[in-house]
């Protein structure tokens, strides 16, 4: 049975509120706004009760699959528990009221939040020093690789406008070397999954600006020539970008800075457990290296003395990213987290996101391809082309069929380097019965792909919603209610 629409609970008369009468009087309404901006209509809202609504959006919210609710096993997304005790501190008197406006003065505390993350995340990644602005990953990029065109500008090297990106690279890296403006070339991979160094080497010349590596890349493997890689770059007058995504796998492990990186970026819902939302909230911060740190965007969070300031004074700056400072409240929780943690909690996280990965990849490898039969680091990435050619079962029907066992599906058909890619990452929050009963189902759906495909093929069978028309949901969102025959 679908649900009723709120707009099909209405009932004439109904209210869920008490308005005290308006007190302008008609008159000086009529004198402030003009005749063709006043209604002349009611506005036609659903006539509800409080409860009626309460139900209706609590009904909503339950039909979701979240990280609270159920495994969440998107690879490259790292959809880790979001601890509450990060929630407490955001939402705590403190911090919720803090105004962007207000006067450095009166907001020392959160200014210190900020520039002692500035500090950690330098610390973490080796990097010497570190924006908090960008608002996500994508933006990092889009920030760093505004830093390498300032640097390069500066010294003369105007005709570097070229980026290598790898062709296991997530889509978001070429689309932010578009928008700042520079060209892309595309980087293979080796049989092992890595860049393929002798490939990568051949397209290095003088219009190189950078290359953009992630690390581990999105197979889930850890470049193992980087520090070659990034030699060879720098050999060439280029810069490295690293997409710090990944960074799960490695944090309190070993650094980016030590690799050879020049700029890479963070994403805090990510590795650093605030949430993830449709496109929000999210944060990239972006950490340099010394020759990159004047350009950084404004302000720069410093200390002098006890009090911290809001630098603005940075000449050679590529500007502000970000109204005001970037998304505080995500810092605040992204602090919590690492406080909470400490150095040898945040180690723990790499070590057991990476046995659980391959704890998971063990029970099963033998159930479906795995192309790059390498240990993987904290998420791998399984194909289904078996059962493709076999019974003519795709991935995304693999991926459907997992609802009906209370699953969020992994991230399917991304890299886009694996024929019927399943991209799978658990994080180090998941429990071994948690994984032991998500590798249980998958197992059973391959085998009823053996015994019975047409289950799988037209699954989910369990759901409100089958199988949405993601294309046209996106072009042609119906946003408003427009009466019944739009259902
Ligand atoms: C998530 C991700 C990004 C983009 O980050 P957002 O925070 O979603 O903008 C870039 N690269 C990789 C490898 C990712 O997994």
Redesign the pocket.
């Known amino acids: 049975m679908p649900e009723p629409l709120i707009f099909e609970l209405s009932r004439p008369g109904r209210v869920g509120c008490n308005l005290p009468a308006c007190d302008v009087p008609q008159k000086e309404l009529s004198a402030l706004i003009p005749a063709r901006h006043l209604r002349t209509a009611p506005p036609g809202l659903p006539e509800v009760s409080e409860l009626d609504i309460v139900r209706h959006y609590t009904r909503l919210s339950q039909k979701n699959f979240s990280v609270d609710t159920n495994f969440y096993p998107l690879g490259?997304?790292t959809m880790k528990y979001n601890p509450k005790v990060n929630e407490k501190v955001v939402c705590g008197f403190q911090f919720a009221r803090l105004h962007p406006y207000q006067p450095e003065e009166t907001v020392q505390g959160v200014l210190q939040v900020m520039y002692e993350m500035q500090e950690m995340l330098a610390e973490i990644s080796g990097m010497d020093a570190v924006t908090v602005q960008p608002a996500?990953?994508?933006?990092?990029?889009l920030t760093g690789l505004m830093l390498v065109k300032a640097y390069l500008k500066s010294k003369g090297q105007e005709k570097r406008t070229t980026v290598l990106i790898p062709d296991s690279?997530?889509g978001?890296?070429p689309a932010s070397c578009t928008l700042c403006g520079f060209k892309t070339k595309q980087i293979k991979s080796s049989a092992n999954g890595c860049v393929d160094v002798k490939d990568l080497e051949e397209h290095l010349d003088e219009t190189t600006a950078a290359v953009m590596i992630?690390n581990p890349n999105?197979l889930g493997i850890f470049e193992e020539n980087i520090v070659e890689i990034c030699d060879r770059i720098h050999k060439h007058g280029g810069q490295v970008y690293m997409?710090g995504?990944?960074l799960n796998a490695i944090v309190g492990i070993t650094k980016p800075g030590m690799f050879g990186i020049d700029v890479m970026h963070f994403?805090l819902?990510?590795t650093f457990s605030t949430p993830h939302g449709g496109g929000g909230p999210?944060s990239?911060p972006v950490g340099v290296r010394k020759h990159l740190v004047e350009f950084l965007p404004v302000p720069v969070i410093r200390k002098e003395g006890h009090q911290y300031k809001l630098d603005y004074n940075l000449p050679k700056t590529i500007g502000k990213v970000r109204a005001f400072y970037g998304h505080t409240a995500i810092l605040l929780r992204a602090y919590a987290y690492i406080r909470t943690l400490g150095g040898e909690g945040l180690k723990k996280v790499a070590e057991n996101a990476v046995l659980n990965a391959n704890y998971l990849l063990a029970l099963l490898k033998d159930h479906y391809d795995l192309h790059y039969k390498k240990q993987c680091m904290h998420e791998f990435v399984l194909s289904g082309s078996r059962q493709k050619k076999k019974n003519d079962v795709r991935t995304l029907d693999i991926a459907k069929r997992l609802l009906d066992y209370g699953f969020h599906p992994p991230t399917v058909y991304f890299p886009l380097i694996v024929h019927e890619a399943i991209m799978i990452e658990p994080t180090e929050t998941e429990s071994k019965q948690t994984m032991e009963e998500f590798a249980g189902a998958l197992i059973k759906i391959a085998k009823e792909i053996e015994e019975n495909p047409e289950l799988v093929r037209t699954a989910p069978h369990t759901m409100p919603i089958k199988r949405a028309d993601e294309v046209r949901a996106a072009k042609e969102p119906i946003l408003r209610w427009m009466g019944k025959k739009t259902i």
């Open positions: 490259s997304c996500a990953g994508a933006h990092g990029e690279a997530h978001t890296n992630t999105t997409d995504a990944n994403n819902h990510k999210g990239g």
